[in-house]
């Protein structure tokens, strides 16, 4: 069964940082990963979706990058602002046709002005 | 505008009842689900649907029942018979080409 950990659980970093957000997953199968970004009682947005055969992706300040055989994916920001102050899921799709995602329990950021 | 959008965003009901959230979708998307999200956890897959009249059980179906009569519509009833259904209850569709998932707003569910 998949398993998807993010790392830190809350991080907390002064306006114009460069930071990094760690997601990792147990099963390295995967079809494609997704990150999102949750603000305080919403749904979820899609930031960026990396398929398997794909290195990183870039949305702007963010980049994401994966490595299947280890594992694991990382949401780069760049300059952060208080405005990135949010959740940030990472997501996997396992493959299969029924493009079923597990998450993992998110990383709760904090730019502080 | 195209979206997903859920209604109500708030939901207050007596326990021992049923309601129904809804979920509509303008992005002509085949495949919509049901995920719950409780604090401290992931999402977790409650139905899903990739075709009009045809759904599958998810993670954490028991107590849940859905419909999916036409593509734009996916509502899921929560039953008397959730233990614990306050929650909040969040809509996805995506299409078969794109893969990638777009959510609705919310509905936040509480139960007393």
Redesign the interface.
């Given at each position: 069964k998949q398993e998807?950990t993010q790392i830190p659980a809350a991080l907390s970093v002064p306006e114009g940082e460069n930071l990094v957000l760690n997601c990792s997953f147990t099963d390295s199968a995967i079809?494609?990963l997704?990150w999102?970004r949750q603000d305080p009682?919403?749904?979820?947005?899609?930031l960026l979706?990396i398929?398997s055969s794909q290195r990183e992706q870039t949305s702007g300040r963010l980049n994401a990058s994966l490595d299947k055989s280890s594992g694991r994916s990382t949401l780069y920001i760049a300059a952060s602002q208080p405005g990135d102050s949010a959740t940030y899921?990472c997501?996997v799709?396992s493959g299969g046709?029924?493009?079923?995602?597990?998450?993992?329990?998110?990383t709760l950021l904090t730019v502080n002005p | 505008d195209g979206g997903?959008t859920?209604s109500p965003k708030y939901l207050f009901r007596k326990e021992g009842q049923n309601v129904t959230l809804s979920c509509e979708q303008n992005l002509n998307h085949d495949?919509m689900y049901w995920y719950r999200q409780d604090p401290?956890?992931?999402?977790?897959?409650i139905y899903?649907s990739?075709i009009v009249n045809d759904f599958?059980k998810?993670d954490i179906a028991e107590g849940y029942s859905v419909s999916r009569e036409k593509k734009e519509s996916f509502p899921l009833t929560v039953t008397s018979a959730q233990k614990n259904p306050t929650a909040?209850y969040?809509c996805?569709s995506?299409s078969?080409l794109q893969?990638?998932?777009?959510?609705?707003?919310?509905t936040?569910l509480t139960v007393t």
């Amino acid at each position: 069964k998949q398993e998807v950990t993010q790392i830190p659980a809350a991080l907390s970093v002064p306006e114009g940082e460069n930071l990094v957000l760690n997601c990792s997953f147990t099963d390295s199968a995967i079809y494609n990963l997704q990150w999102f970004r949750q603000d305080p009682g919403k749904g979820l947005t899609s930031l960026l979706l990396i398929q398997s055969s794909q290195r990183e992706q870039t949305s702007g300040r963010l980049n994401a990058s994966l490595d299947k055989s280890s594992g694991r994916s990382t949401l780069y920001i760049a300059a952060s602002q208080p405005g990135d102050s949010a959740t940030y899921l990472c997501a996997v799709d396992s493959g299969g046709s029924n493009y079923k995602l597990t998450f993992g329990k998110g990383t709760l950021l904090t730019v502080n002005p | 505008d195209g979206g997903i959008t859920q209604s109500p965003k708030y939901l207050f009901r007596k326990e021992g009842q049923n309601v129904t959230l809804s979920c509509e979708q303008n992005l002509n998307h085949d495949a919509m689900y049901w995920y719950r999200q409780d604090p401290g956890q992931g999402l977790r897959l409650i139905y899903y649907s990739q075709i009009v009249n045809d759904f599958q059980k998810g993670d954490i179906a028991e107590g849940y029942s859905v419909s999916r009569e036409k593509k734009e519509s996916f509502p899921l009833t929560v039953t008397s018979a959730q233990k614990n259904p306050t929650a909040f209850y969040l809509c996805a569709s995506s299409s078969q080409l794109q893969l990638e998932q777009y959510f609705g707003p919310g509905t936040r569910l509480t139960v007393t």
